[in-house]
T-cell receptor, first 116, second 113 residues
Framework: AQSVTQLGSHVSVSEGALVLLRCNYS??????LFWYVQYPNQGLQLLLKYTSAATLVKGINGFEAEFKKSETSFHLTKPSAHMSDAAEYFC??????????????FGQGTTLQVKP | DAGVTQSPTHLIKTRGQQVTLRCSPKSGHDTVSWYQQALGQGPQFIFQYYEEEERQRGNFPDRFSGHQFPNYSSELNVNALLLGDSALYLC????????????FGPGTRLTVT
């Protein structure tokens, strides 16, 4: 069964510092991978997704993630944190098999705090 | 272009009661998925509707049921509410059974007392 593990439930960085949010997945075949962001009292917004193209995926708001099959990882990075990046971040996987319905399996989430 | 809309925004119910939550998908989308997000947790898949039928179901009891209408909007019904049903319920819409990107609504916050 597929699963997602986000290492670190809470990450704190200073404004302007590098953001690194970790995600590891478990799947028999490389799945589709996603990063979503959730601001307080809002739904989820897609930051970026990996389907099968380039392993380095660029998303919105300056975020990017790299798919590493050997490490079963899909870590999210941003070179310079902004105060507006403070939010909850979720990594998710979806089966790419013939029975794929797009069902998303989410990690527990990582709260990003950005200090001035 | 309106995105995914959900109603109501907030809801307070008593244990044992029944509740109906509503979702209108993004224009052009024909698939609706429902997720439950407990406080401090990631969303969990409840079920997906496509062509007015439940196509896939997560690990939720039969107290959770749904419906999809010809205009692709959807309802989530929960019977015999338990305190543990308190959560944010998210609706996501997509094209063609989810092969396209899923767009999430703002959610309905359900509190069971």
């Amino acid at each position: 069964a597929q699963s997602v593990t986000q290492l670190g439930s809470h990450v704190s960085v200073s404004e302007g510092a590098l953001v690194l949010l970790r995600c590891n997945y478990s799947s028999s075949v490389p799945p589709y991978l996603f990063w979503y962001v959730q601001y307080p009292n809002q739904g989820l917004q897609l930051l970026l997704k990996y389907t099968s193209a380039a392993t380095l995926v660029k998303g919105i708001n300056g975020f990017e993630a790299e798919f590493k099959k050997s490490e079963t990882s899909f870590h999210l990075t941003k070179p310079s944190a902004h105060m507006s990046d403070a939010a909850e971040y979720f990594c998710a996987v979806s089966d790419r098999g013939s029975s794929n319905t797009g069902k998303l399996i989410f990690g527990q989430g990582t709260t990003l705090q950005v200090k001035p | 272009d309106a995105g995914v809309t959900q109603s109501p925004t907030h809801l307070i119910k008593t244990r044992g009661q029944q509740v109906t939550l509503r979702c209108s998908p993004k224009s052009g989308h024909d698939t609706v998925s429902w997720y439950q997000q407990a406080l401090g947790q990631g969303p969990q898949f409840i079920f997906q509707y496509y062509e007015e039928e439940e196509r896939q179901r997560g690990n939720f009891p039969d107290r959770f049921s749904g419906h999809q209408f010809p205009n692709y909007s959807s309802e989530l019904n929960v019977n015999a509410l338990l305190l543990g049903d308190s959560a944010l319920y998210l609706c996501a819409s997509s094209i063609d059974r989810g092969h396209g990107e899923q767009y999430f609504g703002p959610g309905t916050r359900l509190t069971v007392t």
